[in-house]
Every structure is written in C-alpha cells, then in structure tokens.
C-alpha cells in the first residue's frame, strides 16, 4: 500500500507546483502589463540636453528641474523642422505654475532669473516669436534648456508646456 501513495505525491506535489507557476505567471503579467502603462524608454534626437536616453513615467507631478516629455503644438515651424510625425519634446522644468517669466530685451528671466537668450530666427532664417510672458498658468510650465539653440517656451512656437501635452518625467540614463 505504501508504494501506490508513494508514487501518487509527485503527482500532487507536481499539480500544486504547476497551480503555484501558473499563479506567479499571471500576478507577472499583471503587474508588467501594469508597469508598462506608465513607464517608457525615450531616446533624444537633438542636441539641446545632454543626455541621449531616458526612462519616462507618467502621470508623476513634475517639479523644478525634472525632464518632462510632452507633445508639441501643431504649427508650421514645427512640421518643417521636426516633421508632421515628430515626437515628442524633453525640456527641462525651469518655471513652476505661478512663476513669472519676462522679457528683458533678447533675454527671458523666470522668477527675476535670467535663463534664455532668444533668437530672432532660426538657424534657417525663419522668423522665431517671443513666447508667452506673464505668471506661468495652473497646470502648465516654463521648459527649457540650456543649448543656445534650444526650441523651447522661450518661443511662442512651442509656449507652456501644459499638463494635457505631458507625456511623463524623465529619469536620464545614458
């Protein structure tokens, strides 16, 4: 009688094992299919900030500082130098909402801080428009960065960043 219930245990340890695979499976799937909804990995084309890869989560409230990805307005500018299909845009976040930025001249100061000379056109020829000025509306905000050449709130071609064009924050990695 011993070896009968000896050979059935491999068979029920071997049921619960498969029942215990099958259910880290699914818990895995769940939580990557999950995971995926809220993260990215984005490559960035240009030379305006000095990382070339980022790891982007959405749906976390940007602050000063952070890289934010969003999706550029629709404008002739932008579909000639990035085309219909561009993607989207990393700045960093350089003005809160209810900061105020200004313009002095060729400069933009946010929070009496000079941050971007503003060109008066491209490096096409094409005429660039100084961007808004004024407090920094609810949900949105100044992006920019450092290149001379940066595309950015700087330009009314671009403007706020505001939160219905954010993609998600961005964490460099290379």
Same mark, same amino acid.
Request: proline residues 9%; hydrophobic residues 40%.
């Given at each position: 009688?011993?070896?009968?219930?000896?050979?059935?245990?491999?068979?029920?340890?071997?049921?619960?094992g498969?029942?215990?695979?099958?259910?880290?499976?699914?818990?895995s799937?769940?939580s990557?299919a999950?995971?995926?909804?809220?993260?990215?990995?984005?490559i960035?084309?240009?030379?305006s900030? +000095?990382?070339?890869?980022?790891?982007?989560?959405a749906?976390?409230?940007?602050v000063?500082?952070?890289?934010v990805?969003?999706?550029?307005?629709?404008?002739d500018?932008?579909n %000639?130098?990035?085309?219909p299909d561009?993607g +989207?845009?990393?700045?960093?976040?350089i003005?809160? *909402?209810?900061?105020?930025?200004?313009? %002095?001249?060729?400069?933009?100061f946010?929070?009496?801080?000079?941050?971007?000379?503003?060109k008066?056109?491209t %490096?096409?020829?094409?005429a660039l428009?100084?961007? *808004?000025?004024?407090?920094?509306?609810r949900?949105?905000?100044?992006?920019?960065?450092?290149?001379?050449?940066?595309?950015?709130?700087?330009?009314?071609?671009?403007g706020?960043a505001? %939160?219905?064009a954010i993609?998600g924050t961005?964490t460099?990695?290379?």
């Amino acid at each position: 009688m011993s070896a009968p219930a000896a050979s059935r245990r491999p068979s029920v340890l071997a049921r619960w094992g498969m029942i215990g695979l099958l259910a880290v499976g699914i818990a895995s799937h769940n939580s990557i299919a999950a995971w995926q909804e809220s993260h990215s990995f984005m490559i960035n084309a240009s030379e305006s900030l +000095p990382n070339w890869a980022f790891f982007v989560r959405a749906g976390k409230e940007p602050v000063k500082g952070d890289y934010v990805f969003f999706v550029p307005p629709a404008g002739d500018l932008v579909n %000639r130098h990035f085309g219909p299909d561009q993607g +989207p845009f990393g700045k960093q976040v350089i003005g809160m *909402p209810g900061a105020l930025v200004e313009h %002095r001249g060729e400069w933009v100061f946010v929070d009496g801080v000079k941050v971007a000379r503003m060109k008066p056109r491209t %490096r096409f020829g094409e005429a660039l428009h100084p961007g *808004p000025t004024g407090v920094v509306p609810r949900d949105c905000y100044y992006v920019g960065t450092d290149h001379p050449d940066g595309f950015d709130s700087r330009y009314a071609e671009i403007g706020f960043a505001c %939160r219905k064009a954010i993609l998600g924050t961005g964490t460099p990695i290379l």
